[in-house]
């Protein structure tokens, strides 16, 4: 069978297994949760200034919420569900080994995973991002739209690849792990401004967000420390962190040795 048609099949079979009461409720809850936030937030606003309320005033303080919503804790929950779980669900599943049997079986199943996790948060993500965009209103809707568009689909394709890692490498206690890292190293670093905050996906984020929207508040305390840096740097870093932890996590899965049958 032809590589790119397994990856394909198995997307499609994720997806449809996917399509269940609780999943799909799960799903709804990343789309409405932002919205929600973001439409209350505007009416407490309308409420409070009555006539003097402009929307063009709160364009930087709705879009900053509106990205600590949907790229980061939209993404990261719909990831967490979605693509760490890709190696424990086929180990309780009893179907491991007969995806190791086949010729790359591992990668191309791992692979993947990895895109219909992306695929399946990303289509939430796109959503709430476009509605909170639409709620928030004001003559930068458009820019804002292709900003947190393009944010969305950048931390969805490197959350991914680690959430997969740790997938990949604590399978037994997979959530427990990425809740972990998600605490110490994406929102507990973000607190320090120090250099090891710059290898965390979150502040090449919120730098492109600073970058693109011409944004300076909204910069981390590190950047400022040590220095803005360009938007090039930021992609190329986000790309080596994708590239890297997914490849390291087609290695290891390769390489390494899973149960296949429950014990006792």
Request: charged residues 15%; hydrophobic residues 55%; aromatic residues 12%.
């Amino acid at each position: 069978m032809n590589r790119l048609t397994m990856i394909w099949d198995i997307m499609k079979f994720e997806l449809r297994r996917s399509l269940t009461p609780g999943r799909m409720a799960m799903w709804l809850v990343l789309v409405v949760f932002p919205i929600a936030i973001v439409a209350t937030m505007r009416a407490i606003a309308e409420v409070t200034l009555g006539e003097k309320y402009e929307p063009s005033d709160f364009v930087e303080p709705f879009g900053f919420t509106v990205y600590f919503l949907v790229p980061e804790v939209t993404c990261l929950l719909g990831l967490l569900l979605w693509a760490t779980p890709a190696i424990s669900t086929e180990v309780e599943g009893q179907t491991w080994i007969y995806l190791a049997m086949r010729q790359s079986g591992r990668r191309m199943v791992l692979f993947g995973k990895y895109l219909t996790a992306v695929a399946w948060t990303t289509s939430a993500a796109l959503i709430a991002a476009s509605a909170c965009v639409l709620v928030i209103g004001g003559p930068e809707m458009h820019r804002m739209w292709c900003v947190m568009s393009a944010l969305v689909l950048l931390s969805c394709f490197a959350h991914a690849a680690v959430f997969l890692l740790i997938g990949v490498v604590f399978y037994r206690r997979t959530m427990v792990s990425a809740v972990a890292y998600t605490m110490v190293v994406e929102y507990g670093l973000s607190f320090i401004p120090a250099l090891v905050n710059k290898f965390t996906i979150n502040y090449r984020l919120r730098g492109l967000l600073a970058n693109w929207m011409e944004w300076e508040n909204v910069r981390t305390n590190a950047e400022n420390i040590f220095g803005i840096e360009p938007v090039s740097t930021h992609l190329l870093v986000l790309t080596a962190i994708t590239v890297t932890m997914l490849g390291i996590s087609l290695y290891y899965v390769e390489h390494a040795e899973y149960p296949t049958q429950q014990e006792g």
